[in-house]
């Protein structure tokens, strides 16, 4: 019911073809008013079909690892919580977009049109495309809500990603240069490895309808960057704000043993934003204004 009445029409899109609904889990660390607030974003989809865009029945075998943004996320403020490092003063909020991709008679639909909170609208093309319609809601919400100085989201996003970096890195995207090296050096730190890829301006015609503010997704000749055309439609809703894009769907789980993890879910991305929490430059800034809705 709240997530209807504030508006969060991608999370409920998602999550309306489960008997099961959707939820925004929203975690705080409660820093001082001179520390910085962060914004952590974990896709959270506990089982993905693909709903009615169906996946092949042997694409789905590890899709309840499909939480594991969600779950790095979550075992990243528990890590923060521990051992906040140089950090403690600074404010970090978790938000969880959590909902379970099922096709049922009420499932949301290709062609259907998603009003996000804060108004932006979605024409969707194909329902396994999710994710990003998840982390959308969310995304939208920090910005305007929670006042961030930094938002850092990740996610098994794009099957692309796997595609061109194997399953031993995870794709980065970030508007902020100091961020993408912070990042990149919490994965040489911890272990989970980044790439970073780039934000190609020239592509975001692709992500031109007009029938909505955005399409989903798209098809040919973009769809051979379909990891960057995600990332690019998660930029929409960025705003101005300092933002990091980490589409883990390759190292988030593992199809054979490999090295350390076993088969199924490797706990990719605790680790690194754990790290990055604790060693980042994340200290005092100005007082920040407490006056955004909470």
Same mark, same amino acid.
């Given at each position: 019911?709240?997530?209807?009445?504030?508006?969060?029409?991608?999370?409920?899109?998602?999550?309306?073809?489960?008997?099961?609904?959707?939820?925004?889990?929203?975690?705080?660390?409660?820093?001082?008013?001179?520390?910085?607030?962060? *914004?952590?974003?974990?896709?959270?989809?506990?089982?993905?079909?693909?709903?009615?865009?169906?996946?092949?029945?042997?694409?789905?075998?590890?899709?309840?690892?499909?939480?594991?943004?969600?779950?790095?996320?979550?075992?990243?403020?528990?890590?923060?919580?521990?051992?906040?490092?140089?950090?403690?003063?600074?404010?970090?909020?978790?938000?969880?977009?959590?909902?379970?991709?099922?096709?049922?008679?009420?499932?949301?639909?290709?062609?259907?049109?998603?009003?996000?909170?804060?108004?932006?609208?979605?024409? *969707?093309?194909?329902?396994?495309?999710?994710?990003?319609?998840?982390?959308?809601?969310?995304?939208?919400?920090?910005?305007?809500?929670?006042?961030?100085?930094?938002?850092?989201?990740?996610?098994?996003?794009?099957?692309?990603?796997?595609?061109?970096?194997?399953?031993?890195?995870?794709?980065?995207?970030?508007?902020?240069?100091?961020?993408?090296?912070?990042?990149?050096?919490?994965?040489?730190?911890?272990?989970?490895?980044?790439?970073?890829?780039?934000?190609?301006?020239?592509?975001?015609?692709?992500?031109?309808?007009?029938?909505?503010?955005?399409?989903?997704? *798209?098809?040919?000749?973009?769809?051979?960057?379909?990891?960057?055309?995600?990332?690019?439609?998660?930029?929409?809703?960025?705003?101005?704000?300092?933002?990091?894009?980490?589409?883990?769907?390759?190292?988030?789980?593992?199809?054979?043993?490999?090295?350390?993890?076993? *088969?199924?879910?490797?706990?990719?991305?605790?680790?690194?934003?754990?790290?990055?929490?604790?060693?980042?430059?994340?200290?005092?800034?100005?007082?920040?204004?407490?006056?955004?809705?909470?």
């Amino acid at each position: 019911d709240y997530l209807a009445a504030e508006g969060f029409g991608g999370i409920l899109a998602v999550g309306q073809g489960s008997e099961r609904p959707p939820r925004l889990v929203e975690i705080k660390s409660r820093g001082r008013r001179s520390g910085r607030r962060v *914004v952590l974003i974990g896709k959270g989809v506990t089982y993905d079909s693909g709903g009615l865009s169906l996946k092949p029945a042997d694409s789905m075998a590890l899709m309840k690892t499909d939480m594991a943004g969600a779950a790095a996320v979550a075992g990243a403020m528990i890590a923060y919580a521990r051992d906040a490092g140089r950090n403690r003063d600074a404010e970090v909020i978790a938000l969880l977009p959590m909902a379970e991709n099922s096709p049922s008679g009420s499932a949301y639909r290709p062609g259907d049109i998603i009003r996000h909170f804060g108004g932006g609208t979605t024409e *969707v093309s194909n329902t396994d495309a999710e994710g990003r319609l998840l982390l959308a809601d969310a995304l939208s919400y920090a910005r305007e809500r929670l006042a961030p100085h930094v938002m850092v989201d990740i996610a098994t996003l794009t099957g692309a990603a796997t595609l061109g970096l194997s399953r031993h890195f995870a794709a980065l995207y970030a508007n902020n240069d100091d961020l993408a090296f912070e990042l990149i050096e919490a994965g040489v730190e911890s272990g989970d490895a980044l790439w970073r890829l780039p934000l190609v301006d020239a592509y975001r015609q692709h992500l031109k309808t007009p029938v909505a503010d955005i399409a989903q997704a *798209v098809s040919e000749p973009a769809d051979r960057a379909g990891s960057i055309m995600a990332a690019l439609y998660l930029q929409h809703f960025v705003g101005d704000v300092p933002w990091a894009h980490i589409d883990m769907a390759g190292p988030a789980r593992a199809d054979k043993q490999r090295g350390e993890h076993p *088969v199924g879910a490797t706990g990719f991305g605790a680790r690194l934003l754990a790290e990055w929490l604790r060693t980042a430059d994340l200290g005092s800034d100005e007082p920040r204004s407490d006056s955004a809705e909470r």
